[in-house]
């Protein structure tokens, strides 16, 4: 069984830059994919970056690609850094955590952390 805790996010104003993280424990990290989704109020939970199991082969969406960078450690953490940050943005960013996929679909993600809140102010 796998364990993620995510951490931070903030309040933060447009233009600015968050580096979050997801520290993984009870599991063989490397061997699992990992990833980034976020949902804003009333919106569905939404793909934002994964990188692969071994290959550390990386995806992101639309909306963040060339903002977001996704990174992972030999160790047991997995990064997501976003810069020039949008009001958009704003939404409970969660990690993520596969044994084998490592897409865009959010229910195929076996193991989930609890969330960290991002706000971006105009």
Do not use: H
Not at 72 to 88: C, G, I, Y
Request: aromatic share 12%; net charge neutral; with cysteine.
């Amino acid at each position: 069984q796998v364990q993620l805790v995510e951490s931070g996010g903030g309040l933060v104003q447009a233009g600015d830059s968050l580096r979050l993280s997801c520290v993984a424990s009870g599991g063989t990290f490397v061997s699992y994919a990992m990833a980034w989704f976020r949902q804003a109020p009333g919106k569905e939970r939404e793909f934002v970056a994964a990188v692969s199991r071994f290959a550390g082969n990386t995806a992101y969406a639309d909306s963040v690609k060339g903002r977001a960078t996704i990174s992972r450690d030999n160790a047991n953490t997995v990064n997501l850094q976003m810069n020039t940050l949008k009001p958009e943005d704003t939404a409970v960013y969660y990690c993520a955590a596969d044994p084998i996929y490592s897409g865009r679909s959010y229910p195929s993600y076996d193991y989930w952390g609890r969330g960290t809140q991002v706000t971006v102010s105009s």
